[in-house]
């Protein structure tokens, strides 16, 4: 199991552990809020039924004008509100209204079960007898926790002293709808953000995987030896870890690279250094006019294809130390290739060759005009070397969806096919057939290292009918 799913489902636990305990408090204080707040109207309701049942007790029938206020709390219970509270319909007032006399015998009992009983000893009574405040919850049903009914009871005053008490209740079954709708918005929300938690701690999972997998990657290319730019963006110690992947990348090269191109330019000019030596010991000797002039032009030759070779090696160089193209722009294929055949007229010209473009040339890569424009010259300079006098030279331009491809095709004799796997070595080179000499063994390489530098590569292979196409592969 990899880091980035370690990670998900740890912190997916940790997230859906917190949240499930901070939900279940909220659902569990759902009913005993719903009962406080219903206790507090409760208080307001004994209160305002107390100073108006102490307009009916008095001297009159019994101390007590029962007819006047039974009938206004039994108009108020056959009430029919008709109201929505947040989706829940309220059709009835269902509560329940008994009055006592100082002593907590029941003046009145809107239920009409308890007239007469004495209620001194229930806890609301008692207490408001006391002068405290006086509340209690009981059930109907013992054995049924939603058979609990709450009451609330205020003292009824006459001159400043007690004459009774008025107590509400209102069963706790009336608030179960609230209590239930209360507990299923809890639950969405819950769900809700268990699923926010789970895409957030996705999101980073796949940032961080993304992350990781480009680090993996930059490292396998650097293993590999292939150009590679160090990724960015990462954040934090991602950065700092890819930022010393990048250092130690460009430490371990810089070792390599110094070391390779001292044994590789030395062992390339120790052929014409030899040859130079040899002809200035034979100048010394003092020939004739003719030798003389034969070994100067010799030791210029020598002079000329030392000066090419470090020239070819520093392009080369230059190019191999690029991680990305340094000037970037929209190239249209097509005026690439029309400049690069252009520039090539004169050797074109002197062994009547000519070079047929073809293809989409319409097509446009973003990359660095200078390298392209290089890299394809020495695809054409391959092939004019290679094509007998008077053949046609083939560039192609094409591709597919996702990729570019510039394709030379010349019609000469090819490569010898142990030869194709090192063509694209440094200092590897063939004999040119009109010439038998050989080039510098820079060109191919160069041509590779200058698309490995656009994120591409190039490849050559002998066509089926006979001569040589190398091509350049580009993203698009």
């Known amino acids: 199991m990899n880091i980035a799913i370690r990670f998900f489902i740890g912190y997916f636990l940790i997230v859906g552990l917190a949240a499930w ?35 009916h007790l008095g001297p009159g029938d019994g101390g007590f004008e029962r ?30 209204v008994y009055l006592t006399d100082a002593r907590g015998i029941v003046l009145f009992d809107s239920e009409g079960s308890a007239e007469g009983a004495d209620y001194s000893q229930w806890r609301d009574v008692a207490r408001v007898l006391r002068g405290e405040y006086g509340a209690r919850s009981t059930r109907d049903d013992p054995a049924d926790p939603n058979s609990s009914v709450m009451y609330v009871a205020a003292p009824v005053l006459l001159d400043g002293r007690l004459a009774g008490v008025v107590s509400v209740a209102k069963p706790a079954a009336a608030l ?58 990462g954040g934090g110690q991602l950065s700092e ?17 110094v070391e390779h191109y001292v044994q590789s330019l030395a062992h390339e000019l120790k052929s014409p ?21 034969r070994f100067v032009g010799h030791i210029g030759e020598q002079a000329e294809r030392m000066q090419l070779i470090i020239d070819r090696l520093l392009a080369l160089a230059r190019v191999e130390q690029l991680q990305a193209p340094e000037a ?4 249209a294929l097509g005026e690439l290739a029309a400049e690069v055949v252009a520039s090539r007229q004169p050797q074109l010209a002197a062994r009547g060759l000519q070079v047929d473009i073809g293809g989409e ?66 200092f590897y080179s063939l004999p040119r057939p009109a010439t038998g000499r050989k080039s510098t063994g820079l060109g191919l390489a160069f041509v590779r290292e200058v698309a ?5 590569d190039a490849d050559f292979a002998n066509a089926p009918e006979g001569g040589a196409q190398a091509r350049i592969v580009l993203p698009r």
């Open 273 to 293: 250094l030899t040859a130079v030596r040899g002809a200035a010991e034979l100048l010394a000797e003092a020939p004739s006019a003719d030798d003389r002039a």
């Open 21 to 55: 305990f901070v939900l279940n408090i909220f659902a569990r204080e759902v009913e005993p809020g719903l009962r406080q707040a219903t206790e507090d109207t409760l208080v307001d309701a004994a209160n305002l039924l107390a100073e108006f049942a102490a307009e």
């Open 361 to 426: 040339g319409e097509r446009r890569v973003r990359g660095d005009r200078f390298l392209l424009q290089q890299a394809l010259a020495n695809l054409v300079d391959n092939a004019i070397d290679f094509s007998p006098p008077g053949a046609r030279i083939g560039l192609t331009l094409g591709g597919d969806a996702s990729h570019h491809v510039i394709t030379v095709r010349d019609h000469g004799p090819g490569a010898p096919e142990f030869a194709l796997p090192q063509l694209f070595e440094r």
């Open 452 to 456: 490995r530098v656009h994120g591409g």
């Open 67 to 96: 007819d006047r206020f039974a009938t206004a709390v039994r108009r108020a219970q056959a009430r029919v509100p008709r109201a929505d509270i947040y989706g829940v319909p309220k059709t009835a007032v269902d509560f329940r």
């Open 176 to 233: 179960l709808p609230y209590a239930d709708q209360a507990r299923d918005r809890v639950r969405r929300a819950g769900w809700l953000l268990l699923g926010s938690s789970a895409l957030i701690g996705l999101a980073f999972t796949l940032w961080l995987t993304w992350s990781l997998n480009r680090l993996r990657d930059y490292a396998r290319a650097v293993a590999r030896g292939d150009k590679a730019v160090a990724p960015t963006g």
């Open 241 to 257: 870890l890819a930022r010393a992947l990048a250092e130690m990348r460009a430490r371990l090269d810089g070792k390599q690279y």
């Open 328 to 331: 970037l722009a929209e190239i």
